[in-house]
């Protein structure tokens, strides 16, 4: 069965610091999508990325970038020079060959002025 | 304006009060879904619909239903709820199982 842990349950930074949020993943398939949201104190979810299994390249988009590595089955996701605005709850989301899109227990930021 | 719409928002009701929370999307996606979201468990879906008339469970779907009569709605059905079904609801849908979902903005229940 698949599963995805988020081990970190709540990280506090100062503003402008860098933090990274771990995502590690368990699936036999080798074909599968790993996503992240982001949910905002307002309660909504927001999508930040999408990657397949076969696309192992790195992403950056703006301060944030995405470090994938299939040898450690982990889909971490960086923010650099923090802001207030980051702070929300972050989902790391797996979805391999069945139908089903399996969340991790969230991450939560709060970034402090 | 592309969006998933929940009705309603927030809801308190009694134990064993059957409720219907409504999911309607206006993008034409065939892949909907319902979540719940619990403190420190993440979401977890509940059921998913690939197309038409096409349900299936997922990891928590106990104690509800769905049906998809439509392509654009997706109503979650509690027959009889209890208080462990307290939580707050996620309808999603996206293009295709394998696209990031698009969420409604979720649906505050309590059961007392």
């Known amino acids: 069965a698949q599963k995805v842990t988020q081990a970190q349950t709540e990280i506090s930074v100062v503003e402008k610091e860098d933090v990274t949020l771990d995502c590690v993943y368990e699936?036999?398939?080798?074909?599968?999508?790993l996503f992240w949201y982001k949910q905002p104190p307002s309660g909504e979810l927001v999508f930040l990325i999408r990657?397949?299994?076969?696309?192992?390249q790195n992403e950056i988009s703006g301060r944030y970038s995405w470090n994938f590595q299939k040898s450690t089955s982990s889909f971490n996701f960086t923010i650099t020079a923090s802001q207030v605005v980051d702070s929300a709850v972050y989902f790391c989301?797996?979805?391999?060959?069945?139908?089903?899109?399996?969340f991790g227990g969230g991450t939560r930021l709060m970034v402090k002025p | 304006e592309a969006q998933v719409t929940q009705n309603p928002r927030y809801l308190i009701t009694v134990t064993g009060k059957k409720l219907t929370v409504t999911c309607s999307q206006n993008m034409n996606h065939e892949y909907m879904s319902w979540y719940r979201q619990d403190p420190g468990l993440g979401l977890r879906q509940i059921y998913y619909s690939m197309n038409v008339e096409v349900t299936d469970k997922g990891d928590v779907p106990e104690g509800y239903k769905v049906s998809r009569k439509e392509k654009r709605n997706f109503p979650l059905i509690l027959e009889s709820p209890s208080p462990n079904q307290t939580s707050l609801y996620f309808c999603?849908?996206?293009?295709?199982?394998?696209?990031?979902?698009?969420f409604g903005q979720g649906t505050r229940l309590t059961v007392v």
């Open positions: 989301a797996l979805r391999d060959a069945g139908n089903m899109l399996t």
């Open positions: 699936t036999r398939d080798t074909t599968y999508y």
């Open positions: 999603a849908s996206s293009p295709n199982r394998d696209t990031e979902a698009f």
């Open positions: 990657r397949n299994s076969f696309d192992e």
